[in-house]
């Protein structure tokens, strides 16, 4: 039977859509480019940032998700509007069904702000749950026996860590520090070491090729190009993993503090579950070079990365629309 039916990861910095029957149809950045003037819409996605930090003065790129929620509604709409237009799923007689993922332990009215984003795009229903548990079943974890397991999905706003057992979250807690405090906190270290001023895209390049948590790990460098802040004009340097090692520590030590506040919390008979399990890894954060080697150390249990890390989340949402009445 044909379904329009559509999972969404509504990410802060990315956007990924499941449609029932076909997988994963899009993968595009949380950004639209906006003229200030007529209030046009110019680009979404890949194209609007593409654009960020070279835009003109009347010319916007905006991210309208801050930390896994709506900064800006009417911006999130409209991305949301276009981006399912995009695959066809309102193209049709009978309007999608939406299951949308959020952040946990965020409020009533961030979760309605969602909740209604999603409503304006034409859904005839929309469900909301909850990433961490998502992501678990996306990573082809059983959240459905009694067993305990333990998620961290570290995305681009938020890292959600979760314990799950019979099907939902038993203890769980959000923190703002994930991959956008990773960019910033490169960003704070090559201006305050070199006074060379970086955008947000270089510094997502440099974690990505050479980002590192262990010192231990083979070293590697890359140029960077930037604004020096002394003479006013272009600059370059070299930068290696072992700074980024040293600019990424302090997002990592309360990443650390973070889960073991939730292992603190979590009922003896669940703990002990764990230290069988291990502990599984989500989101484009994950893939940071010896971040579950240090987690493994630090925590004493087995820390391993998803097989799907980036798209963790989506799958998950396919799995529930194939799987589940809503």
Do not use: W
């Not at 959240?143 to 860590?161: A, F, P, Q």
Request: proline share 3%; hydrophobic share 40%; charged share 25%.
């Amino acid at each position: 039977m044909f379904s329009n039916d559509i999972g969404i990861d509504l990410g802060t910095a990315n956007i990924l859509i499941f449609k029932k029957g076909e997988g994963i149809v899009l993968n595009e950045p949380s950004v639209l480019a906006i003229n200030d003037e007529t209030k046009e819409i110019l680009a979404v996605g890949s194209e609007a940032k593409e654009m960020f930090g070279r835009t003109p003065g009347k010319i916007k790129a905006i991210k309208p998700l801050k930390d896994g929620v709506i900064a800006d509604f009417e911006a999130t709409e409209i991305l949301l509007d276009s981006l399912i237009r995009k695959i066809n799923a309102k193209g049709f007689f009978i309007k999608p069904k939406i299951l949308i993922c959020c952040p946990t332990n965020i409020t009533e009215v961030e979760k309605n702000a969602i909740r209604e984003a999603a409503e304006k795009t034409g859904a005839r229903k929309i469900i909301i749950e909850e990433e961490p548990k998502v992501a678990a079943i996306g990573s082809g974890i059983d959240i459905s026996s009694s067993s305990g397991h333990m998620i961290v999905d570290i995305g681009g706003g938020t890292t959600d860590i979760a314990v799950l057992s019979l099907g939902d979250i038993v203890v769980s807690e959000s923190i703002k520090i994930a991959g956008n405090a990773f960019d910033n906190e490169i960003i704070k270290y090559i201006k305050d070491k070199y006074n060379l001023l970086i955008g947000e895209s270089t510094a997502e390049e440099i974690k990505k090729k050479i980002g590192s948590v262990n010192n231990e790990i083979k070293k590697n460098k890359m140029e960077v190009k930037g604004r020096d802040l002394i003479k006013g004009l272009p600059g370059k340097i070299f930068i290696t993993s072992e700074e980024i090692s040293i600019s990424l520590r302090k997002c990592v030590n309360e990443i650390i503090r973070a889960i073991k506040h939730v292992l603190e919390q979590t009922p003896p008979e669940l703990s002990s579950d764990i230290i069988n399990s291990g502990i599984v890894l989500t989101g484009g954060g994950s893939l940071i070079s010896g971040l579950s080697e240090i987690l493994t150390e630090e925590l004493n249990v087995s820390v391993k990365v998803s097989k799907e890390p980036l798209t963790a989340v989506a799958l998950g949402t396919g799995i529930m629309l194939e799987n589940c009445c809503f």
